[in-house]
């Protein structure tokens, strides 16, 4: 069974910053992708970065230039720096990844979500 626990959301005022943080455990073979999405309030959960294996990142065009994925692997961590933050981007924000577990099956997981809100 694999887990996906995250950490770092709070209260910050629009301008701010944050750092969430996700950490991955139990009967892992290999993480492929890893990534964020968030759930805003009375909304459909959006994508919001991702970052494979090698580094490669994506984001959405709401926080291009403003949030910064990154991971490592040896740690089997993924983090997302939020820079600039606006009213907007509050919503309950969940760590995702593909996994590649001990019997050769690669599975999704999500975590329990953390909840980031930003006042004006």
């Known amino acids: 069974q694999v887990q996906l626990v995250e950490s770092g959301g709070g209260l910050v005022q629009a301008g701010g910053s944050l750092r969430l943080s996700c950490a991955a455990s139990g009967s892992i073979f290999i993480i492929g992708s890893m990534g964020w999405y968030r759930r805003a309030p009375g909304k459909q959960r959006e994508f919001v970065a991702s970052i494979t294996k090698s580094d490669t990142t994506n984001y959405a065009d709401s926080v291009e230039d403003r949030f910064t994925v990154s991971r490592d692997n040896a740690e089997n961590t993924v983090t997302l720096q939020m820079n600039s933050l606006k009213p907007e981007d509050t919503a309950v924000y969940y760590c995702?990844?593909?996994?590649?577990?001990?019997?050769?099956?690669?599975?999704?997981?999500w975590g329990q979500g953390t909840q980031v809100t930003v006042s004006s």
């Open positions: 995702a990844a593909s996994i590649l577990e001990s019997d050769i099956q690669y599975r999704d997981y």
